[in-house]
């Protein structure tokens, strides 16, 4: 398999003041230590409750937010030293779609200028800009008499079709969709997932697939990555993972997925508590606050994300 991206010991930390008035600072550890290689033509699912870090993770690697430290490598070459100029260039490579397709298309914008937008931007298609939106919104399933539309006056769904065609318009390799289905209808996500697959099959795209839901990426994942408080915690092939999880989080976040009633009913893992604050994570494993397994090692030894067979990872003293 062709490595595409591989990101190491990647950290994006904010700093955030104390208190309303205070000057001192703390520091949010949003993404702390992240190893990562995403190999082309594939779908990573990148999973973990909310606020574990997942976007500021797949910003971090198209530097929309500038990461702390750590080295980011697309295609053999590091994005970090990247001048701001060949940095948008690169970006015509990397593309980025967000949950709420509402709020990143400019609600002032017709469809053709949304979409016309990078190709503008890039240079792209010059003297046929129309047969190419045109083109586009055809690969997304929608037809010419969305051209001189406002964004408000489509679905959800329809919404997120014209955001995936403003992505491909550039003809990118790589995307980060970022909870791309999370605002859609049930019915509708099934929909959007299946144009995604045919989309990456046809333009041999590859994805980072994030979401907050194991069973979301399940169908269009090769291999799913589990984050908890900024760091991978397991990352293994889809079907292993589902199969076997080796870490208590992954369980615990399988466990409560519901499941067809004749399947052998799987016992419930309540975890206890909130997530830690991302502003001091517990010592040792982070983990170790809600974990039922805990043992004491895991109260001062934190462990290191190690293979634990094909390929599947896990950072568990007791995997
Ligand atoms: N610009 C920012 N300034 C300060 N803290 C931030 C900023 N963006 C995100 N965070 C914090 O970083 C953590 C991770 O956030 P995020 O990456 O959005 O998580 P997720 O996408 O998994 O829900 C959260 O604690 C969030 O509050
Ligand atoms: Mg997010």
């Known amino acids: 398999m062709e490595e595409l991206l591989r990101i190491k010991n990647l950290k994006t930390y904010f700093p955030v003041k104390k208190g309303r008035l205070a000057k ?34 797949g910003k971090s690697i198209l530097r929309l937010i500038e990461p702390t430290e750590g080295e980011i490598y697309f295609k053999e070459k590091s994005l970090l030293s990247l001048s701001d100029y060949e940095l948008r260039a690169k ?3 990397m593309q980025i779609v967000f949950q709420d397709p509402f709020s990143s298309l400019n609600p002032r914008m017709r469809v053709d200028s949304i ?14 800009v129309r047969e190419r939106i045109v083109e586009l919104l055809n ?13 408000h006056e489509f679905s959800g769904g329809q919404r997120q079709r014209i955001g995936l065609a403003r992505a491909l318009a550039v003809e990118p390799e790589f995307i980060v969709a970022d909870e791309p289905i999370s605002a859609l209808d049930v019915s509708i996500q099934a929909q959007i997932i299946n144009l995604m697959k045919d989309l ?7 994805y980072l697939f994030i979401a907050h839901d194991l069973r979301v990426v399940e169908y ?18 889809s079907k292993k993972l589902y199969d076997s999880p080796r870490h208590p ?19 419930r893992i309540v975890l206890k508590g909130d997530i830690p604050s991302p502003i001091s994570p517990p ?9 039922p397994v805990a043992i004491e090692r895991c109260l001062h030894e934190e462990p290191l994300l190690r293979e634990i067979e094909n390929g599947q990872k896990a950072s568990c003293h007791l995997a």
């Open 115 to 128: 979409i016309g937008e990078p190709l503008a931007i890039h240079s792209l298609a010059e003297g046929k």
């Open 220 to 237: 269009i994942s090769d291999r799913v990555a589990v984050m908890y408080l900024g760091k991978i915690v397991e990352i293994g092939e």
């Open 200 to 206: 990456q099959d046809k333009f041999n795209l590859t």
């Open 283 to 291: 010592g040792g494993c982070a983990f170790h606050t809600r974990c």
């Open 249 to 267: 989080y992954t369980q615990a976040l399988l466990s409560v997925i519901p499941v067809p009633e004749l399947e052998a009913k799987k016992e």
């Open 139 to 151: 690969s997304v399933g929608m037809g010419e008499d969305a051209l001189k539309r406002f964004p």
């Open 24 to 57: 001192r600072f703390s520091v949010v550890r949003a993404v702390d230590g992240v190893d990562l290689t995403i190999y082309k033509g594939e779908t990573l699912g990148l999973v973990g409750e909310s606020g574990c870090g997942k976007s500021t993770l």
């Open 91 to 93: 970006r015509k490579e």
